[in-house]
C-alpha cells in the first residue's frame, strides 16, 4: 500500500485481557518497528525487525509483550494480561533500509485498558 | 545511552510571526537527526533531517533546521507561521537501529 496501516486504530480493553494490534508496512520495507506513545510523551522504542527476524527487542516493557513477524510484512504486537500502565498508542514505522532514517510511521492504534 | 531534550514543552506564537523550537542532542561519532511532526490523532509526518553535508537543512512546510555541533544542537525554525502549523513537534536522533525522540513540544499558532 501507499502508507503503513495500523489496525485497529483505537482499542478499549478490560485489564486481564490480551490484545493483537497489526501493522501493515510499505510493501518491500525490510525495516519495521514498534513504538510506545504515553500520553503528553515522545514515542519509545519497543521492538526492530529486518524481514522476518526480531533483531531488537530490548524495549518491550515487560514478557507480556511479544512481537511477530512471521513472513517478513505483517507485524503483530501482542499485550498479555493488559495492565492500566498499557494505556498509549502503539505506533508502527516502516524503513526500506535502516539507513538514513526515511521511516514511514503509521496512525498508531490507541489503546485504552479499563 | 542517546538522549534528545527539547528544551520548550509549550510555544505559543501568534499567526505570521517567526518561531524556533529548540532541541539538543547526545553527542556521538556519527549523527542523524531528524525533526517530525504529529497533529492531533495522527502518526509522525518527517519535517526535515539531516545525515551530512551542509548544516543548514530545508524541509517541508517552509521549515528549516540547523545543525551546530559545537553546542550539539538541532533548533527547527520558521520565519513565518500558519494556523495550520498547530501540532506537536518531536526532534529525534538515531542510536543504533533505533529513533530516540524528546519529549515533544507543543506549538500553538493563534490569530
Known amino acids: 500500500g501507499a502508507g503503513v496501516s495500523q489496525s485497529p486504530r483505537y482499542k478499549v480493553a478490560k485489564r486481564g485481557q490480551d490484545v493483537a494490534l497489526r501493522c501493515d508496512p510499505i510493501?518491500?520495507?525490510?525495516?519495521l518497528f514498534w513504538y510506545q506513545q504515553a500520553l503528553g510523551q515522545g514515542p519509545e522504542f519497543l521492538t526492530y525487525?529486518?524481514?522476518?527476524?526480531?533483531?531488537?527487542k530490548s524495549g518491550l516493557p515487560s514478557d507480556r509483550f511479544f512481537a511477530e513477524r512471521p513472513e517478513g510484512s505483517v507485524s503483530t504486537l501482542k499485550i498479555q494480561r493488559t495492565q492500566q500502565e498499557d494505556s498509549a498508542v502503539y505506533l508502527c514505522?516502516?524503513?526500506?533500509?535502516?539507513?538514513?532514517?526515511?521511516?514511514?510511521f503509521g496512525s498508531g492504534t490507541r489503546l485504552t485498558v479499563v | 545511552a542517546q538522549s534528545v531534550t527539547q528544551l520548550d514543552s509549550q510555544v505559543p506564537v501568534f499567526e505570521e510571526a517567526p518561531v524556533e523550537l529548540r532541541c539538543n542532542y547526545s553527542?556521538?561519532?556519527?549523527?542523524?537527526l531528524f525533526w517530525y511532526v504529529q497533529y492531533p490523532n495522527q502518526g509522525l509526518q518527517l519535517l526535515l533531517k539531516?545525515?551530512?553535508?551542509?548544516?543548514l537543512v530545508k524541509g517541508i512546510n517552509g521549515f528549516e533546521a540547523e545543525f551546530n555541533k559545537s553546542q550539539t544542537s538541532f533548533h527547527l525554525r520558521k520565519p513565518s507561521v500558519h494556523i495550520s502549523d498547530t501540532a506537536e513537534y518531536f526532534c529525534?536522533?538515531?542510536?543504533?537501529?533505533?529513533?530516540?525522540f524528546g519529549e515533544g513540544t507543543q506549538l500553538t499558532v493563534n490569530p
Open positions: 514505522a516502516s524503513s526500506l533500509d535502516l539507513g538514513g532514517g526515511g521511516y514511514t
Open positions: 510493501s518491500g520495507h525490510v525495516s
Open positions: 525487525f529486518q524481514n522476518e527476524a526480531q533483531l531488537d
Open positions: 553527542s556521538s561519532v556519527s549523527v542523524y
Open positions: 539531516y545525515l551530512s553535508g551542509s548544516t
Open positions: 529525534a536522533q538515531t542510536s543504533g537501529s533505533r529513533l530516540t
